[in-house]
Antibody, heavy 122, light 109 residues
């Protein structure tokens, strides 16, 4: 059973870069046909999809965040990572990592991390 | 971009009720749609994939339907554990990604 676990600083200063990693156990981030995604959720609000990276390395990002986001895979550590630059208070949220597998032509996730709260504050 | 909308944003219901939630995409997505349930402090849980396929382990009182731009999640005979927030998500590989709907909160009447 694949398990995902987010890690990273819980507090980031405004204008700095938010960096999170998602450790994957029970599966390979680079060897299988999956998308690995980051999703966030501000307190009391809905889910916002941030971006994804395919196990082949192809990336796609939310257009509203594209200029500030980078998602990449670290095969040596079996992890994938999120970097979000120039953060503001609006980036304060619980950040989830998730694995998406293919079914019937679409992509669906039944593997999520538990989420990690990142607060942007000076 | 594809935008996803949901209605209602909140629904009040009692145990035993049938609840219907609607999701609409701004352009056709075939049956590439998922429904997730989220409880406070927890990660979302996949209920339905490919618009109408029940994820393994999910009770049969949950069902999904629709294609193209209009989709429905139905909960038959609502149970106490079903009070939660429900999100639809488009599941295609369009470059703008796996967009979520804004969510529908099912609350106690």
């Amino acid at each position: 059973q694949v398990q995902l676990q987010e890690s990273g600083p819980g507090l980031v200063k405004p204008s700095q870069t938010l960096s999170l990693t998602c450790n994957v156990s029970g599966g390979s981030v680079s060897g299988d046909n999956h998308y690995w995604s980051w999703i966030r959720q501000p307190a009391g609000k809905g889910l916002e999809w941030i971006g994804r990276i395919h196990s082949s390395g192809t990336t796609n990002y939310n257009p509203s965040l594209k200029s500030r986001v980078n998602i990449f895979i670290d095969t040596s550590k079996n992890q994938f990572a999120l970097k979000l630059t120039a953060v503001t208070a609006a980036d304060t949220a619980v950040y989830y990592c998730a694995r998406y597998g293919a079914h019937a032509g679409g992509w669906y996730s039944d593997n999520w991390g538990q989420g990690t709260l990142v607060t942007v504050s000076s | 971009d594809i935008q996803m909308t949901q209605s209602p944003s909140s629904v009040s219901a009692s145990v035993g009720d049938r609840v219907t939630i609607t999701c609409r995409a701004t352009q056709g997505i075939g049956t590439w749609l998922a429904w997730y349930q989220q409880k406070p402090g927890k990660a979302p849980k996949l209920l339905i994939y490919a618009a109408s396929s029940l994820q393994s382990g999910v009770p049969s009182r949950f069902s999904g339907s629709g294609s193209g731009t209009d989709f429905t999640l139905t909960i038959n005979s609502l149970q106490p554990e079903d009070f939660a927030t429900y999100y639809c998500q488009q599941a295609s590989t369009f470059p703008w990604g796996f967009t979520f709907g804004p969510g529908t909160k099912v609350v106690v009447k």
